[in-house]
């Protein structure tokens, strides 16, 4: 993840897009980013599509963008956002997470922030338009559960050295967490599953943990190996260490488009109500395009 320059942050007629605006407000500030504010009105979408009678459909999906950049000038007018440049756009159209991944094509975000679960989920669980955001996004994908940071804010970057594939990840994750964290003056640690599974061997891969950790000045105190299997001991540790946001990343198929965000990434999120960041490998490119 490089700098944000552009941060797409998409909402969706909740009562927490005001909150998702300010927490993109101060992360932009720090950056230096402009944002991106985006409404997919999915759901109008295909109604139309789906609609038998097609006279006046064009007319329908024009009111409804209207309408939705309306609702967009009125959500930014409403957190005083000088000094950041926000820009508003709607679309109608479905499903949702082909629209966000189009959107942030089209306008070249480096971060998307999105809340879990949209306006209807109470909890801020992950839908299935989520997970398929997460699979196709080509940026780094920052899902909040609709719950303010502390101050300061804990954050946690879960890293993986344990395949020789997985290292330039790890340190993808590393250096992204230190960025968010950073910026958020937030404090960082980083954690690691030792497992006796495959790989290189262990004193190779606590070498290589420790090598990325002191690039980025980690301080022993602040890294945490655990032992046994990481789709059981990360989702506990972190559920008791109450982190404001999780950082991990995604491992590309070898013979396909999308992402890997299978078990681990599925138990992280079902055992922990923090926000999470979904980092993509260098070289991803989602397999849905920007044309609309």
Not at 197 to 206: E, F, L
Request: aromatic residues 4%.
């Amino acid at each position: 993840m490089k700098q944000p320059r552009c941060i797409l942050v998409v909402v969706d007629r909740g009562t927490g897009d005001g909150p998702l605006l300010v927490q993109a407000l101060g992360l932009a500030r720090q950056f230096g980013a402009r944002i991106e504010l985006f409404l997919c009105a999915s759901e109008q979408a295909y109604v139309l599509a789906h609609r038998y009678e097609r006279a006046g459909v064009e007319d329908a999906r024009s009111a409804c963008v209207t309408e939705a950049c309306a609702y967009l000038r009125e959500l930014r007018a409403s957190v005083g956002a000088s000094g950041v440049e926000i820009a508003v756009d709607a679309r109608c159209e479905s499903p949702l997470y082909e629209g966000v991944v189009r959107k942030v094509v089209r306008c070249g975000a480096d971060l998307v922030m999105k809340r879990a679960g949209g306006a209807e989920s109470a909890r801020g669980t992950a839908d299935q338009n989520d997970w398929q955001l997460m699979r196709t996004c080509p940026a780094t994908l920052l899902m909040s559960r609709g719950q303010s940071w502390a101050r300061p804010a804990r954050f946690a970057a879960a890293i993986d050295v344990s395949q020789e594939e997985t290292t330039g990840l790890a340190r993808q994750v590393l250096e992204s967490a230190c960025m968010l964290a950073a910026a958020s003056g937030a404090g960082l640690d980083v954690l690691y599953v030792e497992t006796a599974a495959g790989g290189a061997p262990a004193q190779t891969r606590r070498s290589e943990l420790l090598r990325l950790c002191e690039a980025q000045h980690i301080a022993p105190d602040q890294l945490h190996v655990l032992d046994g299997q990481p789709e059981l001991m990360l989702p506990a540790f972190a559920a008791r260490q109450r982190y404001d946001l999780l950082i991990l990343g995604a491992l590309a198929h070898r013979h396909a488009g999308a992402v890997s965000v299978g078990t681990l990434t599925s138990r992280l999120l079902d055992a922990d109500g923090c926000d999470f960041a979904l980092i993509k490998p260098a070289g991803f490119r989602s397999p849905i395009g920007g044309s609309s």
